[in-house]
T-cell receptor
Framework: GQQVMQIPQYQHVQEGEDFTTYCNSS?????IQWYKQRPGGHPVFLIQ?????EVKKQKRLTFQFGEAKKNSSLHITATQTTDVGTYFC???????????FGQGTRLTINP | DSGVTQTPKHLITATGQRVTLRCSPR?????VYWYQQSLDQGLQFLIQ???????AKGNILERFSAQQFPDLHSELNLSSLELGDSALYFC?????????????FGNGTRLTVT
């Protein structure tokens, strides 16, 4: 079945450092979505990318969708303690009936 | 607040027992999804319903079943519980179709099987 792989699994940074998580799909995706789950919380939708090569920004967060629509990345510039959490990418599964999530990247930050 | 309501928030039960988790989707959303998240694990898709009909199934165990009622709320039934079933169970809903529309998650039900 369709798989969505995400690396790294864990990332620890000093506050103020940058952070990047990468997502790769075994198949071409019609869209890719990113979610953030704070510790003890539930996943919250951040953004959806649809077009090949698309780049979107949300303040210090930059999201990219690859040209082949099989990979994506999330980059956070100058991390803050509020960025702590697990970041998931997700893409439509076979038949687009469901959303398949990557394993997530857990970000911890040293203040 | 996502608008998706899940009850109960916590559930503690013994092995071999049966429990029911409940979810009310956001107003207007026809699709309901159930995901399982074990400790420090990702989100494993269980099952999806659209307007009362099952539309997609993941690696859901035969001991688990779900349904979506005419008022669009959904229930996930877990039976013959095992220790390994301890996890966070999330319900999500969306207004679109399947994986092409963002999901809105509830706060989850934390199930502990002892």
């Amino acid at each position: 079945g369709q798989q969505v792989m995400q690396i790294p699994q864990y990332q620890h940074v000093q506050e103020g450092e940058d952070f990047t998580t990468y997502c790769n799909s075994s198949t071409t995706l019609s869209n890719i979505q990113w979610y953030k789950q704070r510790p003890g919380g539930h996943p919250v939708f951040l953004i959806q990318l649809v077009k090949s090569g698309e780049v979107k920004k949300q303040k210090r967060l930059t999201f990219q969708f690859g040209e082949a629509k099989k990979n994506s990345s999330l980059h956070i510039t100058a991390t803050q303690t509020t960025d702590v959490g697990t970041y998931f990418c997700a893409g439509p599964g076979q038949g687009a009936q469901k959303l398949v999530f990557g394993q997530g990247t857990r970000l911890t930050i040293n203040p | 607040d996502s608008g998706v309501t899940q009850t109960p928030k916590h559930l503690i039960t013994a092995t071999g027992q049966r429990v029911t988790l409940r979810c009310s989707p956001r107003s207007g959303d026809l699709s309901v999804y159930w995901y399982q998240q074990s400790l420090d694990q990702g989100l494993q898709f269980l099952i999806q319903y659209y307007n009362g009909e099952e539309r997609a199934k993941g690696n859901i165990l035969e001991r688990f079943s779900a349904q979506q009622f005419p008022d669009l709320h959904s229930e996930l039934n877990l039976s013959s519980l095992e220790l390994g079933d301890s996890a966070l169970y999330f319900c999500a809903s969306n207004s679109g179709w399947g994986g092409n529309s963002p999901l809105h998650f509830g706060n989850g039900t934390r199930l502990t099987v002892t």
